[in-house]
Structure formats: C-alpha cells, structure tokens
C-alpha cells in the first residue's frame, strides 16, 4: 500500500526474494561459503528478503511535469526504507517494463447517443481489466461510507486516501489473459449487444482463446494498435486506434483532506474546574449565612448563631473545595513532564462576600501549607509520583518495574537519589512511548544522511527500559544487513566458520553494548 501510495506507481507487487549470490550452508565442516563443497552442501533460503516491482504510470505529474522512471524508483525506494521492518531488507526496487496487449474486436451495440463515449468506455474497461490498478478511497467518503476509524488507522496513513485490501485482492499481476474474461467485461457495459469476433496478441500471433504474459513484464493496453470496430444492424457505426481514450484509467483519485485534519478534535475549553463557590450561597436569607448576611439590628445572640453554622458548614466546604482543587490538578497528574510541588492538591475556601476567611485560625502561605499537610498522602511523595507513572505505563501496556529493581540492587546511590532517577527515567519513557510505539518493529532507515540519527525502534526501546544513558548506544544488528553481495562472489573461502547454525542470516538480530563506566557496566 505505500508503494501503490507513490506518485508515479500504478501498482506494486512484493514478493520473497531469494538473494544473489546463492549461499551454502556445508554441514560437515560447519561453514558458510558463496562456492558448493562437493558433498553435504545445502542451498540457504533466505528469509525476510523481499523484491519489490512495480508498474509505471506515465500519466502521473508532479507540478505539471511527468516525472521519470528514475524519480519514481527513488521514491518507492525511500518509501519502503523509511518504514523497512526489523529483520528485512529489500533488493533493489524493479520497475517493469510494459508489455502491450493488442485487442482486434468487433462489437455489436444497441441505440446510444455517443459512439465516440462508448468506444471511449470500451477502452476503459479493456485496460482495466488487463492491467487492473486499486482504488483509493478519499478519507473523507471512506468516513462517509462508515468504514470504522480502527479500519482506516490500520497501518501507516496514506496520501491518496484509504485503500482497502479488496482492491489489492482485485489487482493482481496477471499470467494469462483470456478472451472469455475480457468478452464478459465487454458485455457488463450498458449499450453493448453482442462481441461478434475478439483477438489478442502480445506483438506476436493473434490468439483467440488464451494468451500467456511475460512475468518480467507489465501487461497494459495498447492503445495505439488495439482496434475496436463499433456496428449497429450491420451498419458500421466507428472504428480506429483507441489512442487517447484509455488514459483515464487507473488514474488516482484526488486525494482530499488528510484523516488528520477530519478527525482534528474541536478546540479545548478550560473549564477553571478548581473554582468553588460555597453552599453557603445556596441557602435561604433565613439562615443569614449567604450573602445578604443579617440585617445591622440583629441581636448578638442571632449573629452568633449565624456564625455558629457558617463555621459548621465550612466543613464541608472545605472538603468539596479540596475535591475540586484535586480534580483540576488530574492533568498534571496524568502529564508525562516533571511535577512540581505537592503530588496532591488542596485549596481554602475564598469567598469576600461571606467573609470566611474570619472563621480561619491562619492566613495566606500558612493556610495553603496547612491544608496541603493535612490532605498529602503518607507514602513519601516521589514515591507516590512513581506510582502515578506505573498507572500511566501500565494504561500504555507497559511496565519498567524489573528495570526498577535491578537498579535497587546495584546502585550505590541514596534512597532519595534513586527515587528521582525511576521517576525521571519512566517521565522520559513516556513522553517517547508514541514514537517508541510507532516504530516498536521498525529496523533503522539506512539511506539517511546521518543514518546514526535514526535509531531503530526496538534499539530506543530497549535502551530506555535499560536505564542506558545516550553516551551509552545500544548497537542492534539486523544479520540480513550483512549477508553477502553480488562483490563478494569472486571469494573462494568460507564467509562463516564454524557457522552457528546454517542459515546465521535470516530473521536474527544481535545486541552490543559498549562497555565502561555506567549502566552499561553494570
């Protein structure tokens, strides 16, 4: 699908691939050579090997210019690399070359309108059929059509839309080609009566029953030479070249808004949900406890008792404002980066309008270290901050907990210090954990400038649970990376000895680790 996605690529095929040069594997001596021995050779098939052709559209343009062959192998090679799978490799991209497809037909038609448009809809429906391309569909209409998101959010997004694995399964590379298949395709066309005669030929003989395609090739219509003859009652109605009618075939839907920009979430809204505002408002002016207060002539005795039942009910207030001094500070909890200040939160109830902060025995900073003292937790706040973080990694499905383990058993260093070492190393892991996620089996995109900039996924992934520092690389090794090329051929000894199996190449990965001071060492 993302070589398909590729301006320039009609269709794309890939397939295991077998590698050149051919390696032996020689049981007896236990090695691995380019040259069969004479006995107890075994031929290695090498396994995540791939081989990537495709077909050329030369309709396609970039800025209003055709782009080559050259610039759309490049692309696909890029494309395929930049999203290569741990343990695989790809030969080098192989576009084919076409192979024209000439169609002689005779066709009866009913009463249409437009000769011209059906012989134009004939050839259409020739070249799809012969060289059949898949169809993108616009995110949007795929939304439209209820596709369910998970559907179009399986695998890497697409320019061109969404395509779905039907329209591969519809276009597949083609060995034979049949008049049946291509008379029935003929006849599902409105206005058409009958196919009369119908001949194929690949630039050789006409057939007219079954013709065998070159596998290296791309089969396509040739429009110059195909010749449809349109009668209607015998009457010759059109006839000529199919030149200039087939180019809209195969041609790639516009691709429309990016699922991105369509599934683009409204903009946030603070809510402000720590601000409280007491209960006491909600009571009737009976009580004198909202804000209308008592009137000035209340005796002493009533305003006494008012103040009695503000300070009764501050209780409660208090606990429902710290709730709702809690509930805004989730988003701090559940954020990745460092947190400051107390692992909870609490604040006093402010209200000028019922005068509360009279009923307080202290004031201002005191009042706010008061309340925090009296809601913090008795577990250790690092340690409680650690907890969070497992929360948030076991949500994502992950665990650094033997990591944290091993380093209490090894370090050296104090209690307190170790505690801000895991928290600070499961704050890092998370906030990498979409990139490490999105390339969880992703091998490194060796054709970068700077390939060390580009590290492979499960390298970082590895190297973060492993409390590496970045002065301290964890190399991955991808074996098939380093099976032998077509310059290694003129060698004569063995490439391996003694092996460590008989295929060392295939699906294998190694670690290395750079040793020194540090984790690394330890």
């Known amino acids: 699908?993302?070589?398909?996605?590729?301006?320039?690529?009609?269709?794309?095929?890939?397939?295991?691939?077998?590698?050149?040069?051919?390696?032996?594997?020689?049981?007896?001596?236990?090695?691995?050579?380019?040259?069969?021995?004479?006995?107890?050779?075994?031929?290695?098939?090498?396994?995540?090997?791939?081989?990537?052709?495709?077909?050329?559209?030369?309709?396609?343009?970039?800025?209003?210019?055709?782009?080559?062959?050259?610039?759309?192998?490049?692309?696909?090679?890029?494309?395929?690399?930049?999203?290569?799978?741990?343990?695989?490799?790809?030969?080098?991209?192989?576009?084919?070359?076409?192979?024209?497809?000439?169609?002689?037909?005779?066709?009866?038609?009913?009463?249409?309108?437009?000769a011209r448009a059906m012989l134009a809809d004939l050839a259409q429906c020739l070249a799809d059929?012969?060289?059949?391309?898949?169809?993108?569909?616009?995110?949007?209409?795929?939304?439209?059509?209820?596709?369910?998101?998970?559907?179009?959010?399986?695998?890497?997004?697409?320019?061109?839309?969404?395509?779905?694995?039907?329209?591969?399964?519809?276009?597949?590379?083609?060995?034979?080609?049949?008049?049946?298949?291509?008379?029935?395709?003929?006849?599902?066309?409105?206005?058409?009566?009958?196919?009369?005669?119908?001949?194929?030929?690949?630039?050789?003989?006409?057939?007219a029953w079954t013709l065998p395609l070159n596998a290296e090739l791309a089969p396509r219509l040739d429009v110059a030479n195909s010749r449809l003859t349109l009668v209607r009652r015998g009457q010759l109605v059109s006839s000529g070249s199919l030149?200039?009618?087939?180019?809209?075939?195969?041609?790639?839907?516009?691709?429309?808004?990016?699922?991105?920009?369509?599934?683009?979430?409204?903009?946030?809204?603070?809510?402000?949900?720590?601000?409280?505002?007491?209960?006491?408002?909600?009571?009737?002016?009976?009580?004198?406890?909202?804000?209308?207060?008592?009137?000035?002539?209340?005796?002493?005795?009533?305003?006494?008792?008012?103040?009695?039942?503000?300070?009764?009910?501050?209780?409660?207030?208090?606990?429902?404002?710290?709730?709702?001094?809690?509930?805004?500070?989730?988003?701090?909890?559940?954020?990745?980066q460092p947190l400051t200040g107390f692992a909870t939160a609490a604040q006093p109830v402010i209200d000028a309008e019922l005068a509360l902060h009279e009923l307080y025995r202290s004031q201002g900073p005191a009042l706010a270290q008061l309340l925090a003292q009296l809601t913090e937790s008795s577990v250790p706040a690092g340690e409680l901050r650690a907890r969070q973080l497992d929360h948030l990694l076991a949500r994502c499905g992950e665990s650094l907990t033997e990591y944290a383990l091993a380093m209490t058993g090894i370090t050296a260093s104090g209690q307190a210090a170790l505690q801000r070492q895991l928290v600070a190393d499961r704050q890092a892991f998370l906030a990498a954990l979409p990139r490490l996620a999105a390339r969880r089996g992703s091998g490194l995109n060796l054709l970068l400038e700077a390939p060390a900039q580009s590290t492979a996924g499960l390298a970082e992934r590895l190297q973060r649970k492993l409390g590496l520092s970045e002065a301290e690389p964890l190399l991955l090794i991808e074996h098939i990376l380093l099976r032998p090329g077509p310059e290694d051929e003129p060698q004569r000894v063995p490439l391996i000895i003694p092996a460590n199996g008989p295929d060392t190449y295939s699906l294998q990965l190694s670690l290395v680790l750079s040793l020194g001071e540090g984790r690394a060492e330890q």
């Open 129 to 207: 059929y012969i060289s059949p391309a898949p169809r993108f569909t616009p995110y949007a209409v795929a939304l439209q059509q209820g596709i369910p998101l998970e559907t179009l959010l399986t695998g890497p997004l697409l320019h061109h839309g969404y395509l779905d694995p039907a329209e591969l399964a519809r276009a597949p590379k083609r060995e034979l080609l049949h008049t049946s298949d291509l008379l029935r395709e003929m006849m599902a066309l409105p206005g058409v009566e009958a196919v009369t005669s119908l001949e194929i030929s690949a630039g050789g003989p006409f057939a």
């Open 1 to 114: 699908r993302l070589v398909i996605d590729v301006v320039g690529v009609r269709n794309a095929w890939v397939l295991p691939a077998a590698g050149s040069p051919p390696i032996y594997y020689d049981e007896l001596a236990k090695g691995i050579s380019l040259t069969p021995p004479q006995d107890n050779a075994t031929a290695i098939a090498l396994r995540g090997l791939l081989q990537v052709r495709y077909e050329y559209d030369a309709a396609a343009q970039v800025d209003g210019r055709a782009l080559t062959v050259a610039e759309v192998t490049a692309a696909v090679t890029h494309v395929l690399h930049a999203q290569r799978p741990l343990g695989v490799d790809f030969l080098p991209v192989q576009p084919l070359s076409p192979e024209n497809i000439e169609v002689v037909a005779r066709i009866e038609i009913g009463l249409v309108d437009d």
């Open 243 to 336: 030149a200039g009618l087939a180019e809209r075939a195969g041609a790639k839907t516009p691709a429309g808004p990016p699922l991105e920009t369509l599934l683009a979430p409204p903009a946030g809204r603070d809510r402000h949900l720590g601000q409280y505002r007491s209960l006491m408002h909600q009571f009737p002016d009976l009580y004198g406890v909202n804000a209308a207060g008592l009137p000035a002539t209340a005796p002493p005795a009533r305003q006494a008792q008012a103040l009695q039942l503000k300070g009764y009910l501050l209780f409660f207030d208090q606990l429902l404002a710290i709730l709702f001094a809690q509930l805004d500070h989730v988003r701090k909890l559940l954020a990745v």
